[in-house]
C-alpha cells in the first residue's frame, strides 16, 4: 500500500474535506504494514472500497419558525459499510456540519463499531441546522421535516441512526414519532429512545461511562487507579456529563468543564449536584458554561482553554480538533499520564503525537467512546427480543466490551518496547473484521 500515493488521489477527488482525508489518514498510516501482509485484501480492493461510503442521502430540510418565517437547511445521511451489521451512528446538528464531517465520523464509526464486538457497519448523518435559540416548537418541526426525507432510507435491519451533538433524547423522540407515523410500525429504527418506548438503560450515561471505563483500563496497565487523581473534562453535555459521574464515583476528583465560552475551574470537585446542574445547562440551549460559576461560586476563565489546568487525566468530550499541539505540551509539562477522548477525534495529529512521543496513556475516540455505540448495539438487542435488561445487567454488558475493545488494542498496538499504541491498536483490530468479512463476502 502506498499511503501517500492514496492520499494525494483522494485529496484530488474530495479537495477541502479536511476531516475526512485526517481520518483516512489515520486509519491507513496505523493499518499498512497489516494490509501489506495478507495479499487478500488487495487482491479484494479493500482499500479502495472502503474509504469511500457506500452512497450518501443529501435532502434538504425545509422548515417553519414561531414567526412563520420558512428556512432551508441542508441535511444528509452517510451509509458507509454495512459488511458487518446494518448501517450505525449518530445524527449530528451542528452549523458546522458539512459532508467531510460526517464523512469522517461515519468512517470513523466503521472501526469503532466492530471494535464493540456488536454486529454493526458504519454510517452518520445530520444537518446544519443550529439548535442554539430554537423553541421547543421550532426543534420539533425541524426534527419532523428531517425525518419526513430520511425515513425511507432506514429500518431496523438496514440503518440505525442515534444522537450526537445536538441531538439528544428529545430529538429522538420527536423524531422516532415522524418515522413511527410514516413507516406505520414500531421497531427499534433509533436508539437512545426514552425509556418507556424501547430505550435502554444507561444509554445516556454510556458514552462518559464508557470512556472512564477505557481509562481506568489503561490506567490498571500502569498500575494507576481513578481514585484521588484530578481531571479536566472538555464540554458539558451528554458525554461529559457521563464521565463525570463515573470519574467520581471511582474516587477522582473533576475539577474543570468547559463551553464554547470558557471554562469552569470548581476546586471543590465537580459532585452529586453540580454533575446534575450540567444537564440542566445543556437544555438551556444557549451552550454557556458561565452560569455554573454563579450557581456554585467557582472560577470562570472567559476565552481560556480548560487543557491549561493542571490535571492527572484530562477527558476530551466536546468536538473535532479540540485539543491541539500546544495543549498537548501543556498538558504533558503539567504532568497529565492519560489522555482518553470522548469526542470523536477530539485531538489533532500533532497532539496525538505529542503524546505518543512522551509514552503517555492516550486513547483515541473509535475506542475510547465506542461505549455509547455499544450500548446502543445493546437497546437494538433488547428491542429485536421485545424486552428490557436491568441497570446492572447493561452497565456490567458495557463494562465487558470496554475491556475487550482495551484487550483488542493491547493486542495488535503493543510495541517492542512494551509501550501501548492504541492509536495504533484500535485501528488494525477495528479495520481486521471489517476486511476479513468484505473478503468472505465477495466484490459488491
Ligand atoms: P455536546 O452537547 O456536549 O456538544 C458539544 C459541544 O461542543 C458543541 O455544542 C460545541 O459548541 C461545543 N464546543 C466547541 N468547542 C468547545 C470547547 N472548546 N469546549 C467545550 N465545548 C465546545 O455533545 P455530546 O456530549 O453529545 O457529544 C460530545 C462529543 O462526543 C462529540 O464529539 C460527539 O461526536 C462525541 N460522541 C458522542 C456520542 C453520543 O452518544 N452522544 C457517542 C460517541 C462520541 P458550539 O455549538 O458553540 O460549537
Ligand atoms: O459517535 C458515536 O458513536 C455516536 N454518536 C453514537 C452512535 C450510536 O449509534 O449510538
Not at 476531516?19 to 493499518?31: F, T
Not at 418515522?179 to 424501547?198: C, D, H, I, M, P
Amino acid at each position: 500500500m502506498n499511503v501517500e500515493k492514496i492520499m494525494s488521489d483522494l485529496e484530488k477527488k474530495h479537495p477541502g474535506e479536511v476531516e475526512y482525508l485526517q481520518a483516512v489518514r489515520e486509519v491507513l498510516e496505523s493499518i499498512e504494514d497489516v494490509y501489506n501482509e495478507n495479499p487478500q485484501y488487495e487482491a479484494n480492493g479493500i482499500i479502495e472500497r472502503i474509504i469511500e461510503p457506500d452512497r450518501i442521502l443529501t435532502f434538504k430540510v425545509p422548515w417553519v419558525d414561531d414567526k412563520g418565517k420558512v428556512h432551508v437547511n441542508l441535511a444528509w445521511r452517510v451509509q458507509y459499510n454495512n459488511a458487518i451489521g446494518p448501517y450505525k451512528g449518530g445524527i449530528r446538528f451542528h452549523p458546522s456540519v458539512n459532508l467531510s464531517i460526517l464523512k469522517f465520523l461515519g468512517f470513523e464509526q466503521i472501526f469503532k463499531n466492530s471494535l464493540t464486538t456488536l454486529p454493526m457497519g458504519g454510517g452518520k448523518g445530520g444537518s446544519d441546522f443550529d439548535p442554539k435559540g430554537k423553541s421547543e416548537k421550532e426543534i420539533m418541526r425541524f426534527c419532523q421535516a428531517f425525518m419526513w426525507e430520511l425515513w425511507r432510507m432506514i429500518g431496523p435491519d438496514t440503518d440505525v441512526p442515534a444522537g450526537d451533538i445536538g441531538v439528544g433524547a428529545k430529538e429522538i423522540g420527536y423524531k422516532y414519532g415522524m418515522y413511527r407515523k410514516l413507516a406505520q410500525e414500531n421497531t427499534g429504527v433509533y436508539t437512545g429512545k426514552s425509556r418507556n418506548w424501547g430505550g435502554s438503560l444507561i444509554r445516556p450515561e454510556a458514552t462518559g461511562f464508557g470512556n472512564v471505563y477505557f481509562a481506568q483500563e489503561m490506567l490498571m496497565t500502569k498500575g494507576e487507579t481513578f481514585k484521588g487523581k484530578t481531571v479536566i473534562i472538555s464540554g458539558f453535555g451528554n458525554v461529559s456529563w457521563g464521565a463525570a459521574l463515573k470519574a467520581t464515583e471511582l474516587g477522582a476528583k473533576v475539577v474543570a468543564i468547559s463551553g464554547p465560552d470558557g471554562y469552569v475551574y470548581d476546586k471543590e470537585g465537580i459532585s452529586g449536584r453540580k454533575i446534575d446542574y450540567m444537564k440542566d445547562l445543556r437544555a438551556t440551549n444557549e451552550d454557556i458554561v458561565k452560569p455554573y460559576s454563579y450557581e456554585f461560586g467557582a472560577e470562570f476563565h472567559e476565552g481560556k482553554r480548560v487543557w491549561e489546568v493542571k490535571c492527572d487525566i484530562a477527558l476530551p468530550c466536546a468536538i473535532q480538533n479540540e485539543l491541539n499541539e500546544d495543549d498537548a505540551k501543556i498538558l504533558v509539562e503539567n504532568g497529565c499520564i492519560c489522555v482518553s477522548e470522548g469526542s470523536n477525534m477530539g485531538c489533532t495529529p500533532e497532539a496525538i503525537e505529542v503524546f505518543l512521543n512522551n509514552k503517555i496513556l492516550f486513547g483515541p475516540g473509535k475506542a475510547s467512546n465506542a461505549g455509547g455505540v455499544a450500548t446502543s448495539g445493546l437497546e437494538m438487542s433488547q428491542n429485536a427480543m421485545k424486552l428490557s435488561w436491568t441497570r446492572e445487567e447493561v452497565n456490567e454488558k458495557l463494562h465487558q466490551i470496554m475491556k475487550s475493545i482495551h484487550e483488542a488494542c493491547l493486542k495488535h498496538g503493543t510495541e517492542s518496547d512494551g509501550y501501548i499504541n492504541y492509536v495504533k491498536g484500535a485501528n488494525i483490530a477495528g479495520f481486521l473484521k471489517v476486511a476479513d468479512a468484505m473478503v468472505e463476502q465477495g466484490v459488491v
